[in-house]
C-alpha cells in the first residue's frame, strides 16, 4: 500500500516540439507515475512479483513430500497452479509458449501424482505420453534426479556426485568451490551433504511414477551422457565413478571432516541473509539437509528456514504459487529512476524515502567474493532484502545510476556509499576487461564439464550486458573513455558485439536487451556514438521491430540465435529497444516515433502495460523470469527520456 503523503504532485514533461507531438504521451506519463507512486511501501522501497516457471510449485511440493507433510493444504494449492500452466498437449515449459521441458513436466507431474491425482486421469495420460516423447524420465537433468533420488523414485546410484570434500580443496587448486558461480555455489554445498547421506523418504505406491521412464528406474546408468572416448567430461564420470566406489567402500577418510565444514559453510551464509544466497534452491536444500540430520522442526535454524521459505509464497484464490526470491533492491531503484526521467524530483518524499531506503542496504561485510579481492573494501547492493554474502555489480550499478539521475550524488549521506561503491565495481572487473555479476574471473570452462554442471549456470563470465550497465554507472561519476576501466571494457564489448550488430543478454531476454544496455552504456560514458558499432547497432535494432511498431523477443533465442529479436511485442522490450535508440541519438527517426505511439496506444487503465511473455533470465536455456515491474517503470523511463531528447529538437 502507499502512502498518501509519498503521491507527491508529478512534475509535467515540457511538451515535444512541432516535429512529433502526441498529444498522449503526456498524459500516458502522468498515469504511469502515479501506477508507480501507489505502490511504494510506507518505508518508501518497491518490490514487484518475480515469477519463475512451475519448477517453483513442483519443488515445493515434492520438498513437502520428503519431509513428510503431504497432506498439507498448500500441496493441493500449488498443485492447482500447476494444473493451469499445463500446456494443451500435456506438458510443462519454462517458458510460456515455449516447447515441453522434460525436466519441468516430470516434476509437475511427480508433484500431482503427490497432490493425489492418478494416471489413469485424462489430464495425467495426456502428461505422461509427452514425457514419454521427449526421452521420458530418465532424460532429466541432474538436479531434478536428486528430488527423484530423495523420494525413491531413482537410485542415488545413478545421480551425479557432489562430494563434500569439495569444500575442503583450497583456493589454488583448479576445481574448488570458490571457482564455481556463487549461486551454483549456494547450492552445491548443502547439495553436497545430501549427496553423501543420500536420504530417501519412501511414498505409497499410488505415487510413484514408474510409468514415466522408458527403461526400469533401477537400470544402472551414467550420470551424464559420455563425450566421446577421450573427453574431459569422461574424465570426470570416471572421477564420479571412483567417489561412488569409495563411498561404498567406505574409504573417504575425510568426508566427516568435509561435512561437518560444509554444515560450518551453510551455518556462516545463513547469516544476515535471507536464506543461503537468499534464492529458493538452496534454501531447499538447507531445509533437507537439516531434516536429513534428525534436526527438530522446532529448532531455531529449522523454522527459519522454513520461513524463508515461507515468505516467498503468494496465495491467490483457489492457488499457491513461489517466487524464486524477491527484488526489492532492483525495484527500488529502476523505479527511482524511471521516476526521476520523468520529472519526479529527487528532493521529494517519494524519491527522498527510496534513496535513503537503499544507502540504509549497502552490504559493508566481507563476502565471498573477497575470496579473489581480500583487499577491496566491501561496499555495494544485492538484488533481495538481505543476501549480505553476494552483493552484485548488476545492482550496484543501478544503485549508483539512481542517485545520480535523482541527483543526490552530492548529498552529504551518498558519498560514502558512492565512493565505496566505485571501487569496488572497479575492483571487481574481469582479466578480459569485462564485468560478471558476483565475482571476478569465474571462468573455468573445465568446471562445466563435471556430471552436476547441466543446469549451465557454472560459471559466472564476463557479459555485455552488465558490462555496459557498469559503464553508464561510472560514466555518471566521471569516467571517460581514456581511463584504464573504461578503456578495457570498450575492448571486451567491441569483441563480444555480434556480425548483425547486436549484443547478446546475459539477465535478460536476449539480443534485444543486450543491444539496449550497450547503448546505453556507451552513451554514458561518452562513446563516440557516430562510431560503426553504434550504427550496426542501430540498424539491428530497426530491423528487427515488428509490424505493430513494437518489439519483441522469444527465450528461444536462447536456443536458437536466429530467433534473436524475433517474438510478440512486449511493453518491457519495446522501452528497452526505444531507451538504446534514444541513447544513439534517433529521437527523430521513424522507428522510435511509432515505438513511442506503440506504448502510448497500449497502455492499461491502471497506468502500467500488460505482459504476458517472460523477458528475464535466470539461467539461458534452464530457468527464466517474469519480473511483474519491467511493463511498469521501463515504458515510463523510455517515454519520459523521449520527451525530454524532444526539448532539444530544432
Known amino acids: 500500500m502507499g502512502s498518501p503523503a509519498l503521491l507527491t504532485q508529478p512534475r509535467r514533461i515540457a511538451p515535444a516540439t512541432e516535429n512529433f507531438r502526441s498529444p498522449d504521451v503526456e498524459d500516458v506519463i502522468d498515469r504511469a507515475q502515479r501506477n ?253 539437509v537439516l531434516h536429513t540430520l534428525g534436526v527438530d522442526e522446532n529448532d531455531p535454524e529449522y523454522v527459519s528456514a522454513m520461513k524463508q521459505i515461507d515468505d516467498l509464497i503468494i496465495r491467490e484464490d483457489d492457488t499457491v504459487r513461489l517466487q524464486p526470491c524477491l527484488s526489492p533492491v532492483w525495484d527500488t531503484a529502476l523505479t527511482t529512476i524511471a521516476l526521476a526521467d520523468s520529472g519526479i524530483s529527487g528532493e521529494s518524499l517519494s524519491l527522498s524515502n527510496a534513496i535513503e531506503w537503499l544507502l540504509a542496504r549497502e552490504i559493508r561485510q566481507p563476502g565471498d567474493w573477497s575470496r579473489t579481492n581480500p583487499n577491496l573494501e566491501p561496499g555495494g547492493w544485492c538484488f533481495e532484502y538481505n543476501n549480505a554474502f553476494y552483493p552484485d555489480t548488476d545492482d550496484t550499478s543501478m544503485v549508483l545510476i539512481a542517485i545520480a539521475h535523482a541527483k543526490r550524488n552530492t548529498d552529504h549521506e551518498c558519498r560514502g556509499p558512492i565512493y565505496r561503491a566505485l571501487q569496488w565495481l572497479v575492483g571487481m572487473q574481469n582479466r578480459d576487461g569485462g564485468w560478471a555479476a558476483f565475482d571476478r574471473n569465474i571462468d573455468r570452462q573445465l568446471l562445466e564439464k563435471v556430471p552436476f554442471a547441466d543446469h549451465n549456470a557454472m560459471l559466472d563470465p564476463s557479459c555485455p550486458d552488465i558490462t555496459a550497465r557498469v559503464l553508464e554507472s561510472l560514466g555518471h561519476y566521471g569516467y571517460r573513455p581514456g581511463q584504464k576501466p573504461v578503456t578495457r571494457a570498450l575492448a571486451f564489448l567491441m569483441k563480444t558485439q555480434k556480425p548483425d550488430g547486436s549484443w547478446k543478454g546475459r539477465w535478460g531476454v536476449n539480443y534485444v536487451y543486450g543491444t539496449w544496455q550497450v547503448l546505453v552504456g556507451l552513451q554514458g560514458i561518452g562513446f563516440d556514438m557516430n562510431h560503426d558499432s553504434v550504427k550496426r547497432a542501430v540498424s539491428w535494432l530497426k530491423s528487427v521491430q515488428n509490424s505493430d511498431a513494437g518489439w519483441g523477443e522469444s527465450c528461444r533465442s536462447y536456443d536458437d540465435p536466429s530467433f534473436a529479436g524475433k517474438g510478440p511485442s512486449t511493453a518491457s522490450q519495446t522501452a528497452w529497444a526505444l531507451l538504446g535508440l534514444l541513447a544513439a541519438g534517433e529521437v527523430t527517426s521513424s522507428a522510435v516515433k511509432m515505438g513511442v505511439e506503440y506504448l502510448t496506444r497500449t497502455q492499461n487503465e491502471q497506468g502500467g502495460w500488460d505482459e504476458a511473455p517472460f523477458t528475464g533470465t535466470g539461467f539461458p536455456k534452464v530457468f527464466y523470469l517474469k519480473y511483474h515491474m519491467y511493463p511498469q517503470y521501463f515504458p515510463l523511463m523510455a517515454l519520459a527520456r523521449f520527451q525530454r531528447e524532444m526539448q532539444f529538437v530544432a
Open 36 to 288: 508507480l507512486l501507489d505502490q511504494q511501501m510506507s518505508d518508501g522501497h518497491w518490490v514487484g512479483e518475480l515469477q519463475g516457471d512451475t519448477i517453483l510449485e513442483s519443488e515445493y511440493i515434492l520438498l513437502m513430500a520428503f519431509l513428510g507433510r503431504e497432506n498439507d493444504e498448500r500441496i493441493r494449492l500449488a498443485a492447482n497452479y500447476l494444473l493451469q500452466h499445463q500446456q494443451d498437449e500435456g506438458g510443462w515449459s519454462n517458458y510460456p509458449d515455449g516447447p515441453p521441458d522434460i525436466s519441468v513436466s516430470v516434476k509437475a507431474y511427480f508433484a500431482l501424482k503427490i497432490a493425489g491425482h492418478t494416471s489413469d486421469e485424462p489430464l495425467m495420460q495426456r502428461a505422461a505420453n509427452v514425457i514419454r516423447s521427449i526421452g521420458g524420465a530418465e532424460a532429466t537433468n541432474s538436479f531434478t534426479r536428486y528430488y527423484l533420488a530423495l523420494l525413491g523414485q531413482f537410485p542415488w546410484s545413478n545421480c551425479p556426485t557432489v562430494p563434500p570434500e569439495m569444500v575442503l580443496l583450497p583456493r589454488w587448486f583448479y576445481v574448488n568451490i570458490y571457482a564455481m558461480s556463487a549461486w551454483s555455489r549456494t547450492i552445491f554445498v548443502p547439495l553436497s551433504i545430501v549427496s553423501a547421506k543420500k536420504p530417501v523418504s519412501d511414498l505409497p505406491e499410488s505415487m510413484n511414477i514408474r510409468e514415466l521412464f522408458l527403461e526400469p528406474a533401477d537400470k544402472l546408468r551414467s550420470p551424464c551422457e559420455p563425450k566421446g572416448f577421450l573427453s574431459w567430461t569422461n574424465f570426470f564420470l570416471r572421477i564420479d565413478g571412483m567417489m561412488k566406489f569409495c563411498e561404498r567402500w567406505n574409504l573417504l577418510p575425510f568426508r566427516r571432516w568435509a561435512v561437518r565444514k560444509a554444515l560450518r559453510w551453510m551455518k556462516e551464509h545463513s547469516e544476515n541473509s535471507d536464506g543461503i544466497g537468499a534464492i529458493f534452491p538452496p534454501m531447499v536444500y538447507h531445509l533437507i
